[in-house]
C-alpha cells in the first residue's frame, strides 16, 4: 500500500513526460497561417505537420506577401482578422506596428530565440528566413557580348546590356534595395533616392520581376541576362542548369545586404500560444538547415548557420552565391526603412517607369 | 482559281488561330516534359525533352478540391447572375420609365471599377458587417459568390439584353392576335428566341467567376480557395511543376465543354446572340 502512494505520483510524473501528454499542449487549436505562398507553404506544411498534430495544433495556409496581408489587415478596419500568424517584411514591419496590427509575442514561449541574434526578433515579430538582395547574372551571355559582370548596381545600366536587365517590382523588398543601391552610388540615400529612380529611367529594362518562377522562366528563355535579385535565388537558377553566377555590390561602405522575411501574430488571438508554438518550431535547427537545403534560403539561427557555413553553394567558378561566414553576415547593410517614404517612393518609381526609354 | 484567291485568307485565319493557340502549345508541350526533381524544376520546358505523365500524376489533392470547389461556385454564380439578369434585361429592353438609363448605367458599373479596388471594397464591407454582429462572409464560400457575381451580372445582362435588342415584338403581337396569353408568349415565343443570349449570359458569367483572381486574392479563405487563386499562388514563388499538366487538363475540358455545346445549343446560334437567329 505503502508501496502505491509512492509509487502513483511517480507513474503520474512519468505520464505527464510521456508523448501522448505532450499531444495534449493543445486541445485541437488551429492556426491560420499567412506566409508566402505556393511551393513554399508546401515546404513548410510537409515539414512541420507531424510536429503540429502532435501538439494538438492543426494548421491552415493562406498565400501571399506581407504587402497583401498588410492590405488585408488595413480592409479588415480592427475587426477580428481570420489570419494568425502573417508574414512581414522588413520594407512592411514599420506599417504594420503604425497600424497596431501586430499582438505582443510571449517571448519566454519562444525558446528557439536563444539561438538567434537580437537583431532577428523583437516584441512583435521573429525573423524566420534571410536572404541577400544583389544581382545575379547569367555567365555564359555576358561573356557572348563581351560585357564584364556587372560589380555595381549602376552596372545594369550599361548600354550593352540595354533590353536584358530586370529589376525587382517596388511592391518586392527586393525594389528597395536595388534602388537605394543605386542611390546611394550617386551620392544618394534612403531618405533621398532621386539618383536611383533618376539612373532607373534612363535604363532600357526587359521587364520587372515580381516572381521566382517567371525570374527563373526568363533567365532559361536568355531573356534577361542580368537581374536585381536576391542571390539564393541564383543558386535554384543553377540549380536548374543555369550557368549564373551572384554578385553582392558594395553599398554605403558594406559589401552586400541582408534582408529578411519575419512572422507576427495578429491581435486579439484566442490561440496566440499555439501561434508562437508554431513561430518556435519553424525557427527550429533543424528546420532552418532543411529550408537551406530545399529553397537556398539563409538560416537565421547561429547553430543552423554554423552548419550550413560548411555546405556554401559555388557557381562554375567556385566563387560561392551566398555571404555566410557570420562575421561577414555581421557586416553586411541593412537598410534603415525608418526614413523611406513608401508613399513617395511608389509614386517616384511610377515616374521612372513612365520615362524608360522605348 | 477561287480556291487560290481565298488562300490568303485561310493563312490569315491560320496565322491567326496558331497565335491564339501557340502558349497552350507551350503549356501542353511542357505538362510532358519529364524535368528535373521537384525542388529544383521552376521553369516550362519547351519543346519538351521526353514525355512523361508524371506530373499528371502528381498533381496534388489540394488542387483539385480547388478546382472542383471554382466549378461549383462558378455554376451557383452563372445561375444566379440568370435570375438577376434576365428580368434585369427585360426591364432595361422593354421598360419605359424614368431614369433607365441611370439604372442601365448602374448594372454596368461594376465593369468600370478596378477589379483591385472591388476586391478591397467587398472585403471592408464584410468586415463591416461582421462588427455589427452579422455573419463573418470574408473567407467563406458566401463571400465569394457575392464578389463573383457582381463581376459576373454585368455581362449576362449585356449578353440577353442584346437578344432582346435584335428581337423582333412583331412575332410576340402575332402569338398575341392569336389568342395566346401573355405568359405563353413569354414561355413559347420570347424566351426560345432570346435562348442564345441566355446560354452566351451564362456562359459568361460562368467563365468570368472560373477565371476570376484579383477579387478573390482578397476573399479566398484557407478552405475556400479558388483554382486560379491556388494557380496565381503556386507561381508567385516557385513554380509548381504540376500546374502546366492541370492547365492542359483544364484546357481539355473547357474544349470538351465548348464541343458539347456545340451539339447541344449550337454555338453559331450563341455567337450570334440574336433572336432572329433560331
Known amino acids: 500500500m505503502i508501496g502505491l502512494r509512492i509509487l502513483a505520483p511517480l507513474f503520474a510524473v512519468l505520464l505527464a513526460a510521456s508523448p501522448a501528454a505532450a499531444q495534449k499542449k493543445f486541445d485541437n487549436v488551429t492556426v491560420t497561417i499567412g506566409i508566402i505562398g505556393g511551393p513554399w507553404i508546401d515546404r513548410v ?22 504587402q497583401d496581408f498588410l492590405a488585408k489587415l488595413i480592409a479588415a478596419h480592427g475587426q477580428k482578422f481570420d489570419i494568425d500568424v502573417v508574414e512581414i517584411d522588413d520594407t512592411s514591419y514599420a506599417d504594420f506596428r503604425r497600424g497596431n496590427f501586430l499582438a505582443k509575442l510571449n517571448l519566454a514561449d519562444i525558446p528557439n530565440l536563444s539561438d538567434l541574434d537580437h537583431s532577428m526578433y523583437d516584441d512583435y515579430k521573429v525573423a524566420y528566413w534571410a536572404s541577400e538582395p544583389g544581382i545575379v547574372y547569367n555567365v555564359d551571355k555576358l561573356k557572348a557580348a563581351g560585357v564584364a559582370p556587372p560589380q555595381h ?8 546590356l540595354a533590353g536584358h536587365v530586370m529589376l525587382s517590382d ?11 543601391g543605386m542611390a ?10 532621386q539618383p536611383g529612380f533618376d539612373l532607373m529611367s534612363h535604363m532600357k529594362l526587359q521587364s520587372f520581376g515580381s516572381s521566382v518562377a517567371t525570374e527563373i522562366q526568363l533567365f532559361k528563355t536568355g531573356d534577361v541576362w542580368a537581374a536585381a535579385i536576391p542571390a539564393h535565388i541564383g543558386v535554384r537558377m543553377f540549380d536548374a542548369d543555369i550557368n549564373v553566377a551572384a554578385v553582392h555590390p558594395v553599398i554605403d561602405g558594406h559589401k552586400g545586404a541582408t534582408a529578411h522575411g519575419y512572422l507576427g501574430i495578429t491581435q486579439n488571438r ?89 | 482559281m477561287r480556291r487560290w484567291r481565298a488562300l490568303p485568307g485561310y493563312a490569315w485565319v491560320g496565322f491567326v488561330v496558331a497565335f491564339i493557340y501557340a502558349p497552350i502549345l507551350v503549356v501542353i508541350g511542357a505538362s510532358v ?45 452563372a445561375a444566379a447572375a440568370l435570375l438577376i439578369g434576365l428580368p434585369a434585361a427585360f426591364g432595361l429592353v422593354r421598360g419605359r420609365f424614368p431614369g433607365r438609363f441611370a439604372v442601365d448605367a448602374l448594372f454596368r458599373a461594376p465593369l468600370q471599377i478596378p477589379v483591385i479596388v472591388t476586391g478591397v471594397a467587398f472585403l471592408q464591407s464584410f468586415y463591416f458587417i461582421a462588427s455589427l454582429g452579422g455573419p463573418a462572409l470574408q473567407g467563406s464560400l458566401a463571400g465569394l459568390f457575392l ?99 492541370l492547365s492542359t487538363i483544364v484546357f481539355l475540358g473547357s474544349m470538351l465543354l465548348i464541343y458539347a455545346m456545340q451539339r447541344l445549343v449550337g454555338m453559331e446560334a450563341l455567337l450570334r446572340s440574336g433572336g432572329n437567329s433560331t
Open chain 1, 45 to 66: 506544411n510537409a515539414e512541420l505537420k507531424d510536429e503540429m498534430a502532435a501538439a494538438g495544433i492543426t494548421m491552415k495556409f493562406v498565400g501571399g506577401t506581407a
Open chain 1, 153 to 160: 548596381y549602376s552596372d545594369l545600366a550599361n548600354p550593352a
Open chain 1, 170 to 180: 517596388i511592391n518586392n523588398y527586393t525594389g528597395y534595395y536595388e534602388i537605394l
Open chain 1, 184 to 193: 546611394y552610388e550617386h551620392g544618394g540615400s534612403e531618405s533621398n533616392p
Open chain 1, 270 to 358: 484566442d490561440n496566440q500560444a499555439a501561434a508562437e508554438f508554431f513561430i518556435n518550431a519553424i525557427i527550429a535547427p533543424h528546420l532552418q538547415e532543411r529550408l537551406y537545403t530545399e529553397a537556398a534560403t539563409i538560416p537565421i539561427n547561429n547553430s543552423s548557420m554554423a552548419k550550413v557555413v560548411n555546405q556554401v553553394r559555388v557557381d562554375a567558378s567556385g566563387t560561392p552565391f551566398l555571404q555566410l561566414k557570420p562575421e561577414v553576415v555581421a557586416q553586411t547593410w541593412v537598410p534603415d526603412f525608418s526614413k523611406v517614404d513608401k508613399r513617395n517612393w511608389v509614386r517616384q518609381w511610377q515616374r521612372a517607369v513612365a520615362a524608360q526609354p522605348q
Open chain 2, 33 to 77: 516534359d519529364p524535368g528535373y526533381r521537384i525542388s529544383t524544376r521552376s521553369y516550362l520546358v519547351f519543346p519538351p525533352t521526353g514525355f512523361s505523365l508524371r506530373w499528371y500524376a502528381s498533381i496534388p489533392s489540394s488542387f483539385w478540391q480547388s478546382l472542383w470547389f471554382s466549378l461549383e461556385l462558378a455554376a451557383i454564380v
Open chain 2, 147 to 245: 464578389g463573383h457575381l457582381f463581376l459576373a451580372t454585368p455581362y449576362t445582362i449585356g449578353s440577353i439584353a442584346a437578344s432582346l435588342q435584335r428581337f423582333n415584338p412583331r412575332l410576340e403581337e402575332a402569338a398575341l392576335t392569336l389568342g395566346a396569353s401573355r405568359l405563353r408568349v413569354m414561355w413559347r415565343v420570347t424566351l426560345p428566341m432570346v435562348m442564345p443570349g441566355i446560354y452566351g449570359g451564362l456562359l459568361y458569367a460562368f467563365l468570368v467567376s472560373f477565371t476570376e483572381v484579383t477579387i478573390s486574392v482578397f476573399l479566398a479563405g484557407t478552405s475556400t480557395k479558388p483554382f486560379p487563386v491556388m494557380i496565381f499562388e503556386s507561381v508567385t514563388s516557385d513554380m509548381e511543376p504540376s500546374v502546366p499538366a
